[in-house]
């Protein structure tokens, strides 16, 4: 893997392998006559990593299928206001379900295989790179878009940004209400 990353990839940018580190599988090497094969240790750890995330994807969807059951049960003892925000949090779990999925899991699923069938390319690594830098941004976003709460606290404090005026939750609370009513009355 080394000599592999070493022409293929540092060479061209100057680089050195003490400049890098990496974790990466070789499925196909090349013995001393010139012929290559399949690295079986790397294909086997391929399976486990392929094992690891069926078993946290079924979990995932069986407790979300029992969530869900649970809830229409549910739904017919509980206030409107209560099936509400369970439903809020419920397709906020959903969303939150499937940004990993789309930028984490698949890519590097199809950058596996296609490694595993000597097709691979530079262009689809750096998507993968790039798609799992923007998973921690994008990760919360479903909770602020979904869930009321939280998209009414946002737009309390944009628009207490925009008036100059502090958040209602911090100090002096009653001051500020009537400050913030003498500037609506403006």
């Not at 061209?12 to 599988?25: K, M, Q, T």
């Not at 199809?110 to 069938?117: C, V």
């Amino acid at each position: 893997m080394s000599t592999l990353i070493l022409k293929d990839y540092l060479a061209p940018r100057h680089l050195n392998l003490s400049d890098i580190d990496y974790v990466g599988a070789h499925f196909w090497q090349i013995d001393g006559n010139g012929a290559e094969f399949i690295n079986w240790k790397s294909i086997g750890a391929v399976a486990i990593m392929t094992v690891i995330i069926f078993i946290s994807f079924s979990t995932v969807f069986y407790c979300g299928y029992q969530i869900y059951t649970r809830m229409e049960i549910m739904s017919s003892i509980q206030s409107a206001g209560s099936k509400n925000l369970q439903s809020q949090l419920f397709w906020a779990l959903v969303f939150q379900t499937l940004i990993p999925v789309l930028l984490m899991h698949i890519p590097a699923s199809i950058g596996f295989i296609t490694s595993m069938f000597n097709q691979t390319n530079q262009f689809l690594g750096e998507v993968v790179t790039y798609s799992i830098f923007m998973y921690p941004a994008l990760d919360p976003l479903p909770n602020f878009f979904i869930i009321k709460s939280f998209r009414q606290a946002i737009l309390d404090f944009l628009g207490c940004l925009r008036k100059g005026i502090a958040p209602a939750n911090s100090k002096n609370t009653n001051s500020q209400k009537q400050n913030s009513a003498q500037v609506d009355q403006n």
